[in-house]
């Protein structure tokens, strides 16, 4: 005799029909009866099992930001349901499609103060603003799940479904031809948004005038390639990226300056203190003061979505639209610019800034066993497969990644932008190899971050690696036993010396876990032996642990220091920093390689 169809049997089919093939998870009583629907779904869609439930919501908004797709989490009632919260906000502030499945207490409870019993509409209404719902009868659905999935996918941001448990085991009813009940269809075929023909004329009429153009590209740019180059070209402009948008162009164009921001280059902030127009395409870059004055440059932005545009800079034109139908239609209308010195002397910025930062990353550290940390991405930037993904966590290990990586090929990157949250650089990477388990994936992570929840989902990673058809996924762990970002932060913007209590952290064998778990390990202590350990950990067979003893007192010197923050870190070292000497020995030695003459040595 056929089972009945549960309401937990159909979601699972639902989310199959949308061609969902993954659901990043923790189980719970509170969603036992959709566990049980995967096992009779033949775990189809697959139940991929993190090792905490903040690390399911990381890792769907890793494998939607790698593919574009939506992304899948579920979790158990209560503490479950508040674990996503994270990842969930991630996702929100970083424009990325995620639904979360969420369990709640028997609808006979509820409202009864239940074990685990959590007001979750109230939990996620704003994180999940766009759609967030509670299931209360079997009709409800599929219209629940196809809204949410639509939702999230039309708006870029997480929605929800909650289902009480008892409802997860319930006869699945569909919605009839009645009043009051709500059918509902699948698939979703997404537009492309085009410009208005008025605010292209009234932009080319902008750049056209421009003799000095900067252009400013975030993650909203990133079907639009090609088009940002043509631009760039006829406009004999320079193309800085926001740290979203670091894998848009790749950095052996030489009119491409980089990062802007804390984490920038200096050849994107010299290019917005110099330029007299500015074209921003898919970016909402929050910090105003690395872009040029407000009265300085006349400015025209481009956005898909209209809730961003006109945000930052006192821009004279605002697109929505999406940027390649925006830059396509605008092409034919720009005037190529026949005096090039300009573009001549972002070029040749560009050049000058890596020929610096190949000289910093060989900066030799004054401490024993320790290695320069800009020398472990620069040595990553010169093997690094052309296909690689790469992940970075917050802290300063992302500084290292804004600067010192050079994009090429067919490569990706991302870190979480907009909340900057640790924790993320590990799954990201394993929803990276999720999404592409036929490409190379590396994840830079700082040993706070490892600590926090990285080593726990080396565990997932044992558990799955097996099953991706390229096996390679490098976690290069930036070991330096203190919490560096802040500790910097704290010099530089308070004017306070390292707090030993605060930011010391406890030494870990990340290599000895890694190997009792069965991967690959590489213990690093020297700047000369990078380049061999990352070609051995690019080429294993297994997923590989890079351990690597990082000198704590290379400082993250942005594109430009103002007098506030060299008189901070002048206080901090003379109010007693356990590093105080170590500290500006270092910080001397890295800034004097920005004024040294000659070519260096070169990236590539």
Known sequence: MAQETTVADYILSRLREWDV???????????????????????????????????????????????????????????????????????????????????????????GSYQQEVDLLTLFKDCCHQFVQTAMVPEQFPNLVDRALRTAIATRSPTCVIVPSDLQEAKWTAPAHAFKQVPSSLGMARPRVAPDDDAIRAAAEILNRGSKVAILVGQGARGAAKEVSEVADVLGAGVAKALLGKDVLADDLAFVTGAIGLLGTRPSYEMMMGCDTLLTVGSSFPYTQFMPQLDQARAVQVDLDGTFVGLRYPYE??????????????????????????????????????????????????????????????????????????????????????????????????LSGNLATMGPGVPYAIGAKFAHPDRPVIALVGDGAMQMNGMAELITIRRYWQQWEDPRLVVCVFHNNDLNQVTWEMRAMEGSPKFVESQSLPDVAFSAFARSLGLHAIDVGKDGDLGDAWAEALCADVPTVLDVRTDPNYPPIPPHADWDQVKNMTRAMLAGDENGWQVVLTGIRTKVQELLPGTGRGSR
């Open 317 to 414: 034109v605002n697109i929505v639209a999406d940027a390649k139908a925006a830059l396509t239609a605008l092409l034919p209308h720009l005037q190529r610019k026949q005096d090039r010195s300009w573009r001549e002397k972002i070029e040749s910025g560009v050049r000058r800034w890596w020929e610096v930062m190949d000289r910093e990353a060989h900066v030799e550290s004054g401490a024993t066993d320790m290695v320069n940390p800009m020398r472990v991405v620069h040595e990553l930037s010169l093997r690094v497969p052309e296909d690689a993904i790469v992940t970075s966590d917050s802290g300063s290990a992302a500084n290292w990644y804004a600067r010192q990586l050079r994009m090429r090929g067919t490569m990706r990157g991302s």
């Open 21 to 111: 093939e993954l659901v990043f998870a923790y189980p719970g009583d509170g969603i036992n009866g959709i566990l049980g629907a995967f096992g009779r779904a033949g775990n189809k869609p697959m139940f991929v099992q993190s090792r905490h439930e903040e690390m399911s919501a990381f890792e769907a908004v890793g494998y939607a930001k790698f593919t574009g797709r939506v992304g899948v989490c579920m979790a158990t009632s209560g503490p479950g349901a508040i674990h996503l919260l994270n990842g969930l906000y991630d996702a929100k502030l970083d424009h990325v499609p995620v639904v979360a499945i969420v369990g709640q207490t028997s609808r006979s409870a509820m409202g």
